[in-house]
């Protein structure tokens, strides 16, 4: 069962393959999500301190009925935190949020800003600040592993050409008909996983028949196809869904696409338009 199998982190902690993401999902309702998650045996949380929704899942954690210690909990840091000062504070904010004595991923949200997401800056000296503050926080055990969020190679390079801890993951939008092929290559070269936000493409692959038809031929739905293709590229994906039967269904990826139908899938037209989402800085094109 996919829930139960995990990856192993250059630094040697081992992460679950599938996540519960909780993006979009306000403070308060984030809290019978993340334990209805748990209850169905995710273990690995994923939140940000963009999300404001940090006190809700720490709730959870707390009212859930699994140990601390058997759950895998991601916060991210604010993109806006680019000096070390920012960002130490920041960190000590998620750890009094979630109301934990750690965190056991904890990475930087963007190399740039959101407000300054198509700048020509690559805020390569506020990073460095703030993956200090993350070394620092790792180094004292409040973070048991530190990485990075929609990082392309540059950005990736300046960590680890000037920082002293490799990030373990780079958690980008990776989905069928929009896959950062070289991104996941470079990284694997590295030995940084590659986590996969909006493994559905934000709802927009629902509207796909290429990859309805053959979601339908493997007698699965749209989601679990979605999944699956971005667990055989190596990918942690990170759905997120606050319906339960959702929950139990994305999970439910026992199956093998074929390689002939891996190929079909890496070779769709990409996505043009998120639609809504395409207010986003990730999803704008």
Known sequence: MI???????????????????TWMIDNDDVVDA???????GYTHIDTAQAYQNEEGVGKAIKESDVAREKLFITTKLAAEAKTYDEAKEAIEGSLKALDVEYIDLMIIHSPKPWQEF???????????AAWKALEEAYGAGKLKAIGV???????LDNILENGKVKPVVNQVLAHI???PTEMIEYASSKDILIEAFSPIGHGELFKNEEVKAIAEKYGVSVAQLAIRYDLQLGLLPLPKTQTPEHMKSNADVDFEISVKDMEKLNNL??????????????FSK
């Open 177 to 179: 008909s929009n896959v």
């Open 34 to 40: 993340v334990k209805k998650a748990i209850e169905i």
């Open 269 to 282: 037209e990409e996505i043009k338009d998120y639609g809504e989402a395409s207010m986003f800085p990730v």
């Open 3 to 21: 829930l139960e199998e995990t990856y192993k982190l250059n630094n040697g902690l081992e992460i679950p393959k599938l996540g519960y993401g």
């Open 149 to 155: 969020s929609n990082f392309q190679k540059e950005d």
């Open 118 to 128: 198509k700048s020509e800056d690559r805020f390569f000296e506020g990073n460095l």
